[in-house]
């Protein structure tokens, strides 16, 4: 190869390297935009648990009362026929 045969290639090789160099550095900035977004996402996935587990948690009580006054209706009305039943 002569000089201008390898300067030429030299030089696509410098362009290269450059171009290689920016895709690093783009990919380098979404890689960090992107581990951004998922670590808020997830703060917010966490504090939306968080809540709905108190709610829920709030709420316990009250589906024990409700279960335990559908559990008393059935048994008054178990003894109201058994009343009937006996007449």
């Known amino acids: 190869m002569d ?3 390898l300067n030429q290639f ?6 290269e ?8 550095k783009d990919y ?6 992107e581990a951004k977004a998922y670590h808020k996402a997830n703060d917010e996935r966490r504090a939306y648990l968080a ?7 709030s709420l316990k009580p ?13 048994e008054n009305q178990l003894l109201k026929y058994v009343i009937l039943i006996q007449l």
């Open 28 to 33: 380098e900035l979404r890689l960090e935009q």
């Open 62 to 74: 009250f589906e024990r009362q409700k279960m335990e006054a559908a559990d008393m209706k059935r």
């Open 3 to 5: 000089q201008s045969s």
């Open 51 to 57: 809540m709905v587990s108190q709610i829920s948690g």
């Open 17 to 24: 390297k450059k171009s290689l160099q920016n895709q690093l």
């Open 10 to 15: 030299f030089k696509n090789l410098e362009e």
